[in-house]
């Protein structure tokens, strides 16, 4: 079935490094691609969303492109900030608007 | 205002019991989800509906029945509880089931199985 990989389980950083966070997908067909956030306690936030090759989708200094060739969706960020520690989930959308989720990478930012 | 509620925040059951979890939305939406986020599986796909129609169901247990009694309501009772079935239910909604559409979560009913 349709299902995408997340590398890393937890990055840490300082303020004002750059950030990388590594999604990998595996879909039948062409689907949708998101990155959402989730804060303690709250429920998943939609961050932005490609769904077709060479789309980039981008909010709050966040952008990834979505690469059909290399089947990869990848999170940067040029400069993180203490507030933006959270967890980050890559997730696959598929054409009945079913959203299949990574496991998540929490982000750490240290001040 | 919160714009999904999700009713209680916690709860904590005993096993053979059962549970409704409730979950309205205030954003208009014709489109509604129940997902589950456990240890084991950070957040899975339980169930979609549109205008109160079931449209998918990934559960493969008859023990969790989502009930929609008007259209901005997606209520999850749960019957024979299983220590297995502690796990954060999250509801979610879109404008419609369309492709791709964008999808609001609630804050969650954290349910505990003892």
């Known amino acids: 079935g349709d299902s995408v990989t997340q590398t890393e389980g937890q990055v840490a950083l300082s303020e004002e490094d750059f950030l990388t966070i590594h999604c990998n997908y595996s879909a039948s067909g062409y689907p949708a691609l998101f990155w959402y956030v989730q804060y303690p306690g709250e429920g998943p936030q939609f961050l932005f969303r490609?769904?077709?090759?060479?789309e980039k989708g981008s909010s709050r200094g966040f952008e990834a492109t979505y690469d059909k060739g290399t089947t990869s969706f990848h999170l940067r960020k040029a400069s993180v900030q203490e507030s933006d520690s959270a967890v980050y989930y890559c997730a696959l959308g598929d054409s009945n608007n079913r959203i299949f989720f990574g496991d998540g990478t929490q982000l750490v930012v240290k001040p | 205002d919160p714009k999904i509620i999700q009713k209680p925040k916690y709860l904590v059951a005993v096993t053979g019991s059962e549970k409704i979890l409730i979950c309205e939305q205030y954003?208009?939406?014709?489109?509604m989800y129940w997902y589950r986020q456990s240890a084991k599986k950070p957040l899975e796909f339980m169930f979609s509906?549109?205008?109160?129609?079931?449209?998918d169901n990934q559960t493969a247990s008859s023990r969790f029945q989502p009930q929609s009694s008007k259209k901005n309501h997606l209520d999850l009772q749960i019957t024979a509880l299983k220590p297995d079935d502690s796990a954060t239910y999250f509801c979610?909604?879109?404008?419609?089931?369309?492709?791709?559409?964008?999808?609001?979560f609630g804050p969650g009913t954290r349910l505990t199985v003892l």
């Open positions: 509906y549109s205008y109160q129609k079931l449209m």
């Open positions: 490609a769904s077709r090759d060479k």
């Open positions: 979610a909604s879109s404008q419609d089931r369309v492709n791709y559409a964008e999808q609001f």
């Open positions: 954003l208009g939406h014709n489109a």
